[in-house]
């Protein structure tokens, strides 16, 4: 079984060029109809997801949950949150996706837990200097009765990082009060998350996504906690390893013990980081020793011009090398504006437009002009770019729609805790406007206002209820509105438009897997030739080894002016080709 090969890869390595479908379960699909997404959700879309073409799926949180940060606060690490399903119904749902051929890779959050999190409320109850305590991060405060913080860091999401509790010491939460963070300097805190990992990896699982991966250790004791800088949670990151609280060394033990737990199993358990750190570090977690693959999110920071993606590209081929994994390439995720609405954004210096984006979705969408049909067709160019390349690639649900941000969600509709904890001129919309519920089916438009395009089948509140039948209840309205525009984005749509994205991905999913990843081969030629030297700046163009023979080309036209089709048989382009000629925001594919 270890070695069994699929094309080039062996079953073991079956990640290192997987295209992963990210799942944010409460947005995917609701079977019971009570607004909020599940796992019987999941287990009913999987040959939507089969269909599609990916190897792998990633559910964010799915644990019981307070929702004070959209799950990623999680109460009992090792069950399935009530309103999402059941235990059985999870396993139902792994047993559906490897009969499709999918793996499974849940998510795991070891800097924090739920306030509501037993050993919080253990620690909480126990006291001051209690074994309990030393679980979380607590200290005493400053002032003459302790009534000020320990010292001035401000939480990721606003306000202050440290939170006071009824016997008057503070805890540190890098995020949401509600997330009080974990103290990985208590060997009982490795213990409970081993016994985690071991506890999905026993259920069938084959893999993790690991929360802020950079942030578990934490350097509070090397000189009194009012002399550290007042803005090391939002520091740039450098490589010095001098930031108090992200991308310490020491946080690479955790990884080494992790790998052991994953190495216990056939085939071993693989691994990939969440760790926003700088470029020349992320190889250190994605190490064959450690976690195995990191997130390279330098395509998600990148503006729509050849150099960022071409140095994105670089640096990602350069990582993975140096850690002797595959990199991996990433344009949305539940944290990020959406790529299709960034990229009909204005496109201002390198790297600065992440900013714009973000700005957009914090002036309630106003403030630029969202051009959708330039977005639309860069996205398409896009995902044929990213799909050419050699690792893996991580998709974010909705994505293969189309879907756009929506920006204009009413600020009293918002769940973010960005948009909760902020205020006044500081106030931002945050994250909700890419975790609107999928629309899976356009139907008869009834009720703008009761709209939910299938989002959801039937209003029981319990699970296993089929689909809507005539005159049952109205399924409850998705727990973040869906904008009437979903409509035209709605899968059954989609997939009756054979020009649509959705088919677009469909395609170039097959035949990535049957030409390129198929070879094994992790190589990549860049093509400096493919263009007159006046465009070479505006083009990214590479080639790969085909299973077929020859050689796949990939050409992305970033350019105002057109520049000729390498010769050869066109298989693939993200908007059809007229005169032998590639058009600006678009990219082809050619056999030569
Ligand atoms: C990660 C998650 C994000 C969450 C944060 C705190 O960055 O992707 O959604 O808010 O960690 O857990």
Not at 189 to 218: I, N, Y
Not at 455 to 465: E, H, L, P, Q, V
Request: glycine letters at 8%; proline letters at 7%; aromatic letters at 10%.
């Amino acid at each position: 079984m270890a070695d069994e090969q699929h094309g080039g890869v062996s079953a073991a390595e079956w990640w290192k060029q997987a295209v992963v479908y990210q799942i944010y379960p409460r947005s995917f699909k609701d079977a019971n109809g009570d607004g909020l997404g599940d796992i019987p959700g999941v287990t009913k879309q999987m040959g939507y997801l089969e269909a599609l073409g990916v190897d792998a799926i990633w559910l964010s949180p799915f644990y019981p949950s307070n929702l004070a940060d959209g799950g990623y606060d999680v109460i009992d690490y090792r069950n399935v949150d009530p309103r999402l399903g059941m235990l059985e119904d999870f396993d139902e749902m792994v047993r559906a996706a490897h009969a499709s051929g999918i793996k499974v890779i849940v998510d795991i959050v070891p800097n924090h837990t739920s306030d509501c999190h037993v050993m919080f409320q253990e620690a909480l109850a126990a006291g001051p200097g209690s074994p309990e305590r030393d679980r979380y991060i607590f200290r005493p405060g400053r002032g003459e009765a302790g009534e000020l913080p320990p010292n001035d860091w401000q939480s990721s999401f606003g306000g202050p990082a440290w939170e006071r509790v009824a016997d008057g010491e503070w805890y540190l939460h890098l995020f949401a009060k509600e997330q009080p963070d974990l103290n990985w300097k208590n060997p009982e805190v490795h213990e409970e998350f081993k016994k985690t990992l071991r506890f999905w990896s026993d259920r069938g699982v084959d893999g993790f996504r690991v929360d802020v991966a950079h942030a578990l250790v934490k350097d509070l004791e090397s000189r009194p906690l009012d002399e550290f800088p007042a803005d090391a949670v939002s520091a740039p990151l450098d490589t010095s390893g001098s930031n108090p609280l992200w991308d310490r060394p020491e946080v690479h033990q955790i990884y080494r013990e992790w790998r052991e737990v994953f190495n216990e199993y056939e085939p071993p358990r693989f691994a990939v980081g969440e760790a926003w750190v700088h470029p020349d570090h992320q190889y250190l977690y994605a190490s064959p020793e450690e976690l195995g693959q990191v997130f390279n999110f330098e395509f998600a920071k990148a503006n729509w011009c050849a150099a960022d993606f071409h140095r994105a590209i670089e640096e990602g081929l350069a990582s993975a090398e140096r850690s002797g994994s595959t990199t991996t390439w990433v344009m949305s995720n539940h944290d990020v504006v959406r790529h299709a609405s960034r990229y009909g954004l204005p496109q201002v210096a390198a790297r600065a437009h992440h900013q714009i984006a973000t700005d957009w979705v914090l002036r309630d969408g106003a403030s630029y002009i969202e051009d959708r049909a330039v977005g639309e067709r860069r996205a398409r160019a896009a995902i044929l770019m990213e799909l050419a390349l050699p690792g893996s690639v991580y998709i974010y649900q909705g994505e293969e729609l189309g879907l756009f941000e929506v920006a204009d969600i009413p600020w009293d509709r918002l769940e973010d805790p960005q948009a909760v904890n902020t205020s006044g001129a500081r106030q931002i919309k945050g994250r909700d406007g890419c975790r609107v519920p999928l629309p899976w089916c356009a139907g008869d438009l009834p009720e703008p206002a009761s709209w939910n395009a299938n989002f959801g089948d039937g209003a029981t509140g319990t699970f296993g209820f089929a689909d809507r039948t005539e005159g049952a209840p109205a399924p409850a309205a998705p727990h973040l509105p869906q904008p009437l525009w979903f409509e035209d984005f709605a899968v059954d749509r989609e997939e009756a438009d054979p020009a649509s994205m959705l088919a677009l991905y469909r395609g170039a999913l097959q035949l990535r897997a049957r030409e390129l990843t198929a070879t094994g081969d992790t190589g990549l030629t860049w093509l400096e030739d493919i263009t007159p030297e006046a465009q070479a700046d505006k083009v990214v163009a590479f080639g790969r080894p085909a299973a077929s023979g020859g050689t796949i080309l990939c050409v992305t036209n970033f350019g105002e002016t057109a520049v000729p089709v390498p010769e050869g048989e066109v298989l693939l382009s993200s908007i059809p080709l007229e005169n032998g000629v590639l058009p600006r925001d678009a990219t082809v594919w050619v056999r030569a």
